[in-house]
């Protein structure tokens, strides 16, 4: 054997031994879905990367990316609620776990289901981040944005734009970094709207446990999405 296949195989080697530590390291760090997720993410249709709740009959369109090293399914308590007050839902499977690796799944999810139906995206904590990032380009496309314990990107000034914005969080949130969720606000529309649900924490928008490093709540999960929710739905249709 010569040198330069030596070479090759010793890079296909490495790059294997990579993609086994990622993908190992993506498995233990991914913070894993509930039972009650679980029983509602099967009511919802896969197609691709997506799971798509669909009432029979809905008034907008909303695209939900999760959060860092959250597994999806976690979403599906708030979102099929969502669902059941008249929302088209769609829920993205992000590769790696992280929404920042495919921002631009909305684009597709517009052109594949065409709608005349207002259109939002939103996400919780990397996914809210990773949102605005698709948004600063593709404004004109939707009519809202919504963050749950998260903020734009710093390269994501949306504040010149006509989009309706909902930014709610937890105020025993300790994941969210509180500094730089003030500073943002400077690169939203003045007319957003900011919520702060009083006992609620990070990882309560989703059904994934506690996480690490979070603050500990002093309403329920169930309590937190059900306050998110209601805020969603009246901001959506009644403001």
Known sequence: ????????????????????GIFIYVRIST??????ALDLISLAQKKGNLYLFEPETYHANFIFYPGGFVDERAYAPLLKSLSDSGVRVFLVDMPLGLAI????????????????????????SLGGASAS?????????????????????????LSETNLKILSIYGTLDLILNHETYLETQALLPNDTLYVAIEGGNHAYFGHYGEQKGDGSATITRVEQQNITLDLIITWMFET
């Open 1 to 20: 054997m010569n040198i330069l296949k030596k070479v090759i195989l010793t890079i296909i080697f490495l790059l294997a031994l990579l993609s086994a």
């Open 101 to 124: 690796t495919n921002i631009n799944a909305a684009s597709s999810i517009i052109e594949n289901y065409q709608s005349d139906l207002p259109w939002y995206i939103g996400g919780h």
């Open 133 to 157: 990032l698709w948004a600063k380009d593709h404004h004109s496309k939707i009519l809202g944005i919504v963050f749950l314990g998260a903020y734009p990107a710093n390269s994501a000034d």
């Open 31 to 36: 913070y894993k879905p509930m039972t009650e």
